[in-house]
């Protein structure tokens, strides 16, 4: 048993303030990872400042156009929110993707952008890992490494994000809200979550004080010609092997923009750029898609047991992106299910 302090936050204001100048402190929110790895001894938080009465819960339209998730929307209620449903539905597609329908109801849209690596190293505290204790050394490197990184990686650390909705998100161009002791502060989605190079042991760059309040989507949702493909051992309740969020704008036969973001594959969700560039002007062919796999896949490397992740999610980009051209979305098998 570890001894630690618990505080129920009344406003956002009074969390901020409960967390100021405790660096042992940790925000809870539906505690679906934090409370696994405080049982796990992995997470030894001194205070847990209970989140989960603040009024950030639900969906509204921004001034732009777009949409505000409050932070502690549940994964199910924003899979079904009817403006997700109908403008970001792949969104609502990872989502649904993601854990089970219990787990997806107690699971925060904050607390889903900070779950941690599922690196079996990470939760086993009889071994070394940089992630978890700093300079102690990356078992994965050389060891049990097929669910690691074949993208991104550094010789800290091989870990990946294990987020469904963090794909689609990062596929959409969302924004992350964060309130500090400082004020509000806006992130980009690809600026928050980190690659590990020689500090692993942060996933993300928003300060150990700030709490999420809100993530926000810009008003393009690409509802027409979208996919969320998820490939797992399992058919559900794994995580992904390889995910992919696939989004195209097609106008007159032709790709006028395409969002490309892999799952599975690194440190954190792998938007490239690039990849959505080369795709740009292009019919939606297979030529076209393959291409673009090849451009994401183009600085992959493999470890000894998760080399067949670089030919999986080259077949999968080209399948995701053959469907989302198609106006053929991924179906999920437990999209009835709630
Ligand atoms: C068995 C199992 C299977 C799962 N499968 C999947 C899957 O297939 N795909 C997938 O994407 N996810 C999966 N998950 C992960 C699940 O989605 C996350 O655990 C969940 O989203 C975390 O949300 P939470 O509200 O429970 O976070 P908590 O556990 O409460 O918190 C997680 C972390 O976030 C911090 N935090 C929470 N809210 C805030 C905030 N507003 N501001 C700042 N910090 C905050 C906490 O301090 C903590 O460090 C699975 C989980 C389990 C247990
Ligand atoms: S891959 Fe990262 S999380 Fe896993 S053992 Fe190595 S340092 Fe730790």
């Given amino acids: 048993m570890i001894n630690f302090d618990y505080v129920r936050a009344t406003a956002v204001a009074d969390a901020v303030r409960h967390i100021a100048g405790h660096p042992g402190a940790k925000f809870i929110a539906g505690g679906t990872n934090l409370i696994d790895l405080m049982k796990e001894d992995v997470e030894r938080p001194t205070r847990l400042i209970d989140i989960s009465r603040l009024a950030l819960n639900g969906v509204e ?4 156009g777009g949409l505000r998730i409050g932070a502690l929307t549940p994964n199910s209620d924003l899979a079904y929110n009817p403006l997700i449903e109908e403008r970001y539905p792949i969104l609502s597609s990872a989502l649904l993707a993601g854990a089970s329908p219990q787990l997806r109801n107690m699971a925060s849209t904050g607390g889903n952008l900070l779950q941690r690596t599922r690196c079996h190293y990470f939760y086993d505290t009889a071994t070394p890992c940089n992630k978890r204790n700093p300079g102690s ?7 049990l490494n097929r669910i690691h990184a074949i993208l991104g990686a ?7 994000h294990p ?6 998100l ?3 161009g969302a924004t992350v809200v964060a309130v500090g002791p400082g004020g509000e502060r806006r992130i980009a989605f690809s600026d928050f979550h980190r690659l590990p190079g020689d500090r692993p042991d942060r996933d993300t760059n928003l300060n150990a004080d700030e709490l999420i309040t809100a993530i926000e989507l810009p008003a393009k ?3 027409k010609n979208y996919t969320y493909l998820k490939i797992r051992d399992r058919l559900s309740y794994a995580f992904a092997l390889v995910s992919v969020a696939a989004a195209l704008e097609i106008e007159g036969g032709a790709i006028k923009e395409a969002r490309l973001a892999l799952g599975g594959v690194a440190h954190k969700p792998w938007r490239d750029e690039t990849a959505e560039a080369a795709l740009a002007g ?18 992959a490397k493999g470890l000894a047991h998760n080399a067949f992740k670089i030919e999986l999610a080259r077949r999968a980009i080209v399948r995701a992106l053959t469907q989302a051209a198609n106006g053929t979305p991924q179906i999920q098998a ?5």
Avoid: N, Y
């Avoid at 987020?163 to 689609?168: E, H, I, L, N």
């Fill in 170 to 172: 990062a596929a959409l």
């Fill in 154 to 160: 550094s010789d800290s650390c091989v870990a990946t």
């Fill in 61 to 64: 339209q921004t001034g732009s």
């Fill in 137 to 143: 050394g990356c078992p994965a490197i050389h060891g």
């Fill in 163 to 168: 987020s469904d909705m963090c794909v689609a």
């Fill in 334 to 338: 437990d999209k009835t299910i709630r």
């Fill in 282 to 299: 292009r019919v939606p062919d297979e030529a076209a898609f393959r291409q673009a796999a090849d451009v994401v896949l183009r600085g």
């Fill in 221 to 223: 949702g690409f509802s």
